[in-house]
């Protein structure tokens, strides 16, 4: 038996719009009409007056001070099936069999006045090459405009195996219009107001004027789809204590709709079936890191007799414990908390004796785990699934206090336990400890 490996790292949030869109400035607003003489589809009003579509990026998210600039942060997904809750989905009536949906509308607007604006130089994924500031809490942007200037978002859709951005847009707008595939024609109202015939299995439509002879739209006839809002690091510093990501009705906003016809002069508007507008679910914190690991552990456990494991759940007898030494730089003051990201062994699924699965390796032992446990207390550290979300990391207050500029010691101890028929063989482990300021 040999070795037990452990990496070390501050927690960044695991790249989940960690604004964990952001906060999101994006707040998708409904500033031009919705309805036209021309038109021959019009969106239900109400219920379809600026609905959101809710991003999470959790309560915080947490960065390491030396994250380069343009590096993803955190990515949500937003399901288009939110909206089939708003009036059982029902979105639009259109007055002959003939009009139809054929084009998605994306569009991203921002105001230079306040800080939501495209970053130059940043290379991104998403196909509209660039990056938009969020706008928070914070001050001193370096780009102009409000905030911190520390997050940046792209939004892009996801629909049969395709990404379409949300496109910037200036005062003249040139539209995003992506076609959506094969034509969507509406159900005919006298279906709809039943949930019968070609509308089996919808929600009828309730409470709304749909006459015989017109027809209504549901979001489930199009092609399923998705809203993808991801998070960037940019120039600007959220510091230690952090901002909060916002959402600003007027200052930015991520417009999503559908168009029956391509025609793209603001004039022509009444084109228009919806307008949505992201939301963040809850207040996201976004901050620096104070401490940062500086080096990576291998800890040698020594050699055991297999005939020294006697009880299940127990050390080896007559073995003592190892000690386990981690550094971390802090480059500011800070209380600290810390986290064990590892495989749970088998006889330990939850992971609350602390004990972590062995490495698959050809000449493995079996029946053996590596147990974890405070040095004073001999409490056993709880293990956090690796992949876990950040929000869900079984944290560990010990009363660590950073001080800046100075080196920050974590210790505790590990050791084998039997957990089940021992075979003899290699027995390595692995676990990263991620640091957070409390």
């Known amino acids: ?139 001193r942007n370096p780009y102009g405009g409000g905030g911190s200037g520390s997050v940046g978002y792209t939004t892009e859709l996801l629909v049969n195996g395709s990404a379409h951005a949300f496109s910037w847009v200036s005062a003249s707008p040139n539209k995003s219009l992506p076609p959506i595939g094969e034509e969507i024609h509406g159900i005919p109202c006298s279906d709809a107001l039943l949930g019968t015939g070609a509308a089996e299995g919808y929600p009828p439509l309730v409470n709304v004027n749909c006459p015989i002879g017109d027809y209504a739209v549901n979001w489930r006839q199009l092609p399923p789809f998705q809203i993808k809002v991801t998070l960037y690091r940019m120039g600007g510093s959220p510091g230690t204590s952090g901002v909060r ?40 914190r976004v901050r620096i890191n104070p401490c940062h690991g500086i080096n990576n552990v291998s800890v040698s456990l020594g050699e055991v007799g297999s005939h020294r494991f006697t009880t299940l759940g127990q050390p080896a007898s007559s073995v003592a414990d190892t000690p386990v030494h981690i550094t971390a730089w802090c480059h500011s003051d800070g209380d600290i908390k810390w986290a064990v990201l590892g495989k749970a062994a088998a006889y330990d699924p939850g992971g609350n004796q602390g004990i972590l699965a062995l490495d698959t390796e050809e000449d493995s032992a079996s029946g053996v785990g590596i147990q974890l446990i405070h040095t004073g207390s001999r409490a056993p550290l709880p293990i956090t699934p690796e992949g876990s979300a950040f929000d869900a990391y079984r944290w560990i207050d010990t009363n660590l206090h950073a001080q800046g500029n100075k080196i920050l010691m974590l210790d505790f101890l590990a050791r084998y336990v039997k957990t089940g028929d021992v075979t003899p063989g290699s027995a390595n482990g692995h676990a990263t400890l991620v640091l957070s300021p409390k």
């Not at 579509?53 to 998210?61: R, S």
């Not at 991203?108 to 509209?128: E, K, L, T």
């Not at 991520?254 to 679910?281: K, Y």
């Open 1 to 139: 038996m040999r070795t037990i490996r452990l990496k070390t790292r501050s927690a960044s949030a695991p790249l989940r719009f960690a604004i964990r869109l952001l906060g999101l400035l994006l707040s998708i607003a409904a500033l031009l009409p919705a309805t036209s003489v021309e038109a021959n589809c019009q969106r239900i009003n109400p219920p379809w007056n600026d609905k959101p579509l809710t991003v999470d990026f959790g309560a915080e998210i947490v960065l390491d001070e030396n994250v380069a600039v343009g590096t993803p942060i955190a990515t949500a997904v937003i399901p288009g099936s939110q909206l089939y809750a708003i009036k059982g989905g029902w979105v639009a009536t259109c007055n002959n069999q003939d009009d139809a949906i054929k084009y998605w509308w994306l569009e991203q607007h921002y105001s230079q006045s306040s800080g939501s604006h495209p970053v130059p130089g940043i290379s991104v994924d998403s196909a509209d090459g660039r990056v938009y500031i969020m706008q928070d809490s914070g001050s």
């Open 245 to 284: 990501l916002q959402n600003n009705n007027n200052a930015g906003f991520s417009l999503f709709s559908l168009m029956n016809r391509r025609s793209t002069p603001p004039s022509n508007n009444g084109e228009l079936f919806n307008l949505v507008r992201l939301q963040l679910a809850q207040s996201t």
